[in-house]
């Protein structure tokens, strides 16, 4: 298995070396606090021109709005380690996040060479595309990132530009409702929280306006698109098998907008998509969860035999704890705490499960989620990891920390190292989009079985792999924004190595002469083949996760923000 040890040493070798030099330099860069509202606003707001959707007709109004619960914020439980002065801030530290924020910046300057104003550099060959509308997906996507790492300058820059996005102009005849929201409102939200500059709030309010006419149909549930033509004509309808995480991922967007704005109506919005959550949980082929395709039109979850926490239904999961969070534990029926509850013991026994692996590939327990079928026949589980689903270790880090649930944060644990640990056991040092492994069974442990492994795995991969199935990585954040919650719930300062290394895994494979790109296969032995793709969550999400993991702990504190799925930081009241 030369694949699975792959040498150590090198990487150690310049480590060292990097280290020596950088104790000769004087390389501190300020830890940027958190501003308050700047006494005199830097930036000048500039209304979009076309259709304007706060003055559009209703065809399906509702009255009275469900309001926005208020009240005194309650005390909840810490989410962080409390670290004191304990956080490793040394040279070595210092000198990791100093390359996390170069590869920022080198990203950055191509960008804005190539393709500034649109949605996506194309880093191998230098051009650009727009796949969210051409609104300039990636440069208000990286606005907060701009801010944490104190390249103030630029995000005036990039702030301005995004302040002038005309969102009455595009070339398309609709927007994807999901995408847009926790990309363009996330990122402009989160923005205005960092810096308080009143252009982004309002900005985010002129998108915030036209994203909630997509709620406006029969039963308030909205569409996979927001058709600009069909909102105007009043003939929107919900899909009827759509990705459940798309319509139900838009709460922490729209009740941090209800909460700056005062309007009840963005809150209302989400709160339907809760109640219709809430009614049919018990109602899937796997009572507790939710299928990844729901058909919202007739808010019926009975057509769809997938269950996963991964592709089509993650952010559904990972929104119930951190609404709970955004709410500040205000909502009096504990909905979301309830919901979250219920769909995690059904996920712990029925979609995660143990690899089997050699006791000597880890000594820390681990677990990856993976996906049930039913089918007429019964039910069939395939365990099969996805990067997409390596999301789901901070998710349960974070609800066992905030309902007190021990298990939670082992299980959370598990889940995140999982994620580590594959991340290492490629010669890349880079995890497959989507790969199977030889399972233990859900949640027990087994023994290496010899024979099991030479029946069923692929011995050109690491050991407990059956196959990569799809063996790219697209610059995807999940795996390293787990151990970064991992990091700040245990304080455990082992982890900032684990990121390191997996830092260097993707520096070293997708690095092209511009920025960095999404790869072909992660398995390949020297060196990959490129795929000339850098989405805006390299910018808005990896590199921000790698730089707060070298960051003190008090920089964007989980006790005092929460991030929605593209990692854009929501102060939380
Ligand atoms: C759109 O309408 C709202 C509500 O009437 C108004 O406050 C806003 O200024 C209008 N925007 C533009 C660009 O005219």
Same mark, same amino acid.
């Given at each position: 298995m030369a694949v699975f040890r792959r040498s150590r040493i090198a990487p150690l070798l310049a480590l060292v070396a990097t280290l020596f030099l950088l104790y000769e330099l004087d390389f501190s860069v300020p830890h940027p606090p958190v501003r308050p509202a700047p006494a005199r606003p830097a930036l000048h707001f500039t209304p979009s021109t076309g259709f304007n959707w706060s003055t559009a007709e209703l065809f399906f109004p509702v009255k009275p709005l469900t309001p926005l619960p208020k009240g005194p914020r309650k005390q909840l439980p810490k989410i962080q380690?409390? $670290?004191?002065?304990?956080?490793?801030?040394?040279?070595? +530290?210092?000198?990791?996040?100093?390359?996390?924020? &170069?590869?920022?910046?080198?990203?950055w300057e191509s960008y804005?060479?190539?393709?500034?104003?649109? &949605?996506?550099?194309?880093p191998v060959s230098a051009g650009s595309k727009n796949p969210f509308g051409g609104w300039a997906a990636t440069l208000v996507d990286a606005l907060d990132t701009l801010w944490m790492m104190d390249l103030k300058d630029e995000f005036y820059k990039?702030?301005?530009?995004?302040?002038?996005?005309?969102?009455?102009?595009?070339? /398309?005849?609709?927007?994807?409702? $999901?995408? +847009?929201?926790?990309?363009?409102?996330?990122?402009?939200?989160?923005?205005?929280?960092? !810096?308080?500059e009143p252009a982004l709030l309002a900005k985010a309010v002129e998108l915030g306006e036209m994203l909630y006419m997509a709620f406006d149909t029969p039963n308030r549930m909205?569409?996979?698109?927001?058709? $600009? /033509?069909?909102?105007?004509?009043?003939?929107?309808?919900?899909?009827?098998?759509?990705?459940?995480?798309?319509?139900?991922?838009?709460?922490?967007?729209?009740?941090?907008?209800?909460?700056?704005?005062?309007?009840?109506?963005?809150?209302?919005?989400?709160d339907r998509v809760r109640a219709f959550l809430e009614t049919s949980q018990e109602e899937s082929l796997v009572p507790g969860m939710w299928p990844s395709q729901i058909n919202f039109a007739d808010q019926s979850v009975r057509n769809g035999?997938?269950?996963?926490?991964?592709?089509?239904?993650?952010?559904l999961y990972e929104y119930l704890p951190k609404m709970f969070v955004m709410l500040?534990?205000?909502?009096?029926?504990?909905?979301?705490?309830?919901?979250?509850?219920?769909?995690?013991?059904v996920v712990s026994e029925r979609i995660l499960f143990r690899p089997m692996i050699k006791r000597s590939q880890s000594e820390a327990p681990l677990l990856f989620a993976g996906t049930l079928w039913i089918h007429e026949a019964g039910p069939s589980f395939v365990p099969e990891g996805q990067h997409l689903s390596c999301f789901a270790g901070g998710m349960f880090l974070l609800g066992g920390k905030l309902f007190g649930i021990a298990e939670h944060v082992a299980t959370g644990e598990a889940l995140a190292r999982a994620c580590g640990w594959a991340y290492a056991a490629f010669p890349t040092g880079v995890m497959p989009e989507l790969f199977n492994l030889v399972h233990c069974g859900p949640r027990d442990d087994c023994a290496w079985d010899e024979a099991r492994w030479a029946e069923k795995g692929d011995?050109?991969?690491?050991?407990?792999?059956?196959?990569?199935?799809?063996?790219?990585?697209?610059?995807?954040?999940?795996?390293? /924004?787990?151990?970064?919650?991992?990091?700040?719930? +245990?304080?455990?300062?082992?982890?900032?190595?684990?990121?390191?290394?997996?830092?260097?895994?993707?520096?070293? !494979?997708?690095?092209?002469?511009y920025a960095y790109s999404a790869i072909?296969?992660?398995?390949?032995?020297?060196?990959?083949?490129?795929?000339?793709?850098? /989405? !805006?969550?390299?910018?808005a999400e990896t590199l921000k996760y790698f730089y707060l993991i070298f960051s003190p702990p008090d920089v964007i504190s989980l006790d005092d923000y929460v991030l929605n799925t593209e990692a854009h930081p929501f102060k939380r009241t």
């Open positions: 380690h409390n $670290f004191g002065k304990h956080a490793r801030n040394d040279a070595v +530290t210092e000198a990791r996040r100093l390359m996390v924020r &170069d590869a920022f910046v080198r990203s804005k060479t190539f393709a500034w104003l649109q &949605d996506e550099l194309k990039a702030a301005q530009a995004a302040v002038d996005i005309d969102f009455s102009k595009t070339e /398309e005849s609709g927007v994807n409702l $999901f995408e +847009t929201t926790i990309r363009h409102l996330g990122g402009l939200l989160s923005a205005y929280d960092l !810096s308080g909205p569409g996979f698109w927001l058709t $600009f /033509e069909n909102a105007k004509q009043g003939i929107q309808k919900a899909g009827t098998y759509d990705p459940s995480a798309a319509p139900t991922s838009m709460s922490l967007e729209f009740t941090r907008l209800a909460q700056l704005t005062g309007e009840d109506k963005y809150y209302d919005a989400i035999n997938t269950f996963t926490i991964g592709a089509l239904a993650d952010s500040g534990g205000r909502e009096g029926s504990k909905s979301y705490e309830k919901m979250y509850r219920r769909a995690m013991d011995p050109r991969l690491p050991w407990g792999f059956i196959n990569a199935r799809d063996p790219r990585y697209l610059l995807r954040p999940e795996a390293i /924004e787990s151990i970064f919650i991992l990091y700040r719930v +245990t304080g455990d300062e082992k982890l900032r190595d684990v990121a390191w290394d997996m830092f260097q895994g993707i520096m070293k !494979s997708t690095k092209t002469e072909k296969d992660v398995t390949a032995q020297g060196e990959t083949i490129k795929e000339d793709s850098m /989405e !805006s969550f390299w910018l």
